[in-house]
């Protein structure tokens, strides 16, 4: 197994231990929300702080989110400021617009993926959220009429059976995680 394999299968053993733990809340349709961080530690004077160290526990994530959140407390990496030149367009606006709120509450997909491309392929990102979500919704284009996507959204069900439409979000996120270990850090639907 290489270093970023090896990566892969300690993030998904953190991502388990931490709803385990009651340390993250898997969340369909969300990325990283519920968090609450003032605009400031993204655009002032604490903005080269880690951004590990200002995102709360106990946030409501999707499978992408929650190796992003587990990523950021191991590997202690990614400054705010840093984090802010990655974001998509509705947690820019988020930052930018201070008519409506002092706070930031969620973070978007494309940060959350573009700090994960360090360790995971962009397709593997796309089929760990496809499983998640059982939808292709959120996958980028390149990848959204893929057979591995399309697997990817049936692998809750084809390891539950009949009833996936009643799965819990915090039991998926587990076997998408030990689905990763098992295979050596990589997602095989």
């Known amino acids: 197994m290489d270093e970023k394999a090896k990566v892969r299968v300690t993030i998904a053993k953190d991502v388990i231990k931490w709803i385990e733990n009651g340390d993250i809340r898997p969340q369909f349709g969300v990325y990283v929300s519920n968090i609450y961080i003032p605009k400031e530690q993204f655009t002032g004077k604490d903005s080269n702080k880690q951004l590990k160290d200002v995102v709360p526990s106990k946030c409501s994530v999707c499978a992408v989110g929650a190796c992003f959140v587990t990523a950021l407390d191991r590997y202690n990496d990614l400054t705010c400021n840093q984090f802010v030149e990655t974001v998509g367009k509705s947690t820019r ?31 593997q990102i796309d089929m760990i959220e496809a499983a998640f979500e059982q939808s292709g919704e959120h996958c980028a284009k390149v990848h959204y009429d893929t057979d591995e996507i399309e697997e990817s959204v049936r692998f809750i069900e084809s390891v539950i059976g009949d009833g996936a439409q009643a799965w819990d979000a915090d039991k998926s996120m587990i076997l998408i995680m030990k689905n990763i270990i098992d295979n050596d850090g990589t997602f095989k639907p």
């Open 93 to 123: 606006e988020d930052l930018e617009d201070n008519s409506y709120t002092s706070y930031v509450d969620e973070f978007d997909n494309q940060s959350s993926k573009s700090y994960l491309s360090r360790f995971f392929s962009p397709l």
